[in-house]
Antibody, heavy 119, light 107 residues
């Protein structure tokens, strides 16, 4: 059974940097999938942040591209999201998910973690 | 970016009703269209990938159709557990954009 679990701070100060980690079990992040991040502001819709392939190829949402980095650590079977210059607009539930290698549908998701940007 | 437009944004229906949600893409995305269900406080769940491929374990009352720019999600006979929000997502190109969502409520 594939499981994903996000971890990281629940509170980030304005202008600070968010780092979230997604621990994967039941699958190897070295296998042929797109390991992805999606966020959802409170009461709003879903926003795709970006993805990393097993080979290390990354794709990012241009609206965040200058601030976001996604990386992977095969030794710990985890992948991470780093988002800098945080503002209140970045307050959201952040989800990690697995994307199919052929059609990029997100078939397994973490439970999500709420990140609030506030001083 | 490819814009995804869902309609309606909200929908009231009764148990047993047949409902259809529409998703339109701003350009041709072939069949790279996915549907997700999200219940309050929970992560989205993939229902249908590539426009019409029902995921394992998803009830057969859910179906998807369409291609290019026009897609539909149909629930043939609403059950109490189907009241939730539904999102389409194009996975044809990055950024892999979502529709704004459709909230399905009990009438």
């Amino acid at each position: 059974q594939v499981q994903l679990q996000e971890s990281g701070p629940g509170l980030v100060k304005p202008s600070g940097t968010l780092t979230l980690t997604c621990a994967v079990s039941g699958a190897s992040i070295g296998s042929s999938y797109w390991w992805s991040w999606v966020r959802q502001p409170p009461g709003k819709g879903l926003e795709w942040i970006g993805e990393i392939y097993s080979s290390g190829i990354t794709n990012y949402n241009p609206s965040l591209k200058s601030r976001v980095t996604i990386s992977a650590d095969k030794s710990t079977n985890q992948f991470s999201l780093r988002l800098n210059s945080m503002t209140a607009a970045d307050t959201a539930v952040y989800y990690c998910a697995r994307g199919d290698s052929n059609n990029w549908s997100l078939d397994y998701w973490g439970q999500g973690t709420l990140v609030t940007v506030s001083s | 970016d490819i814009q995804m437009t869902q309609s309606p944004s909200s929908l009231s229906a009764s148990v047993g009703d047949r409902v259809t949600i529409t998703c339109r893409a701003s350009q041709d995305i072939s069949y790279y269209l996915n549907w997700y269900q999200q219940k309050p406080g929970k992560a989205p769940k993939l229902l249908i990938s590539t426009a019409s491929s029902l995921q394992r374990g998803v009830p057969s009352r859910f179906s998807g159709s369409g291609a290019a720019t026009a897609f539909t999600l149909t629930i043939s006979s609403l059950q109490p557990e189907d009241f939730a929000s539904y999102y389409c997502q194009q996975s044809h190109s990055t950024p892999r954009t979502f529709g704004q969502g459709t909230k399905l409520e009990i009438k």
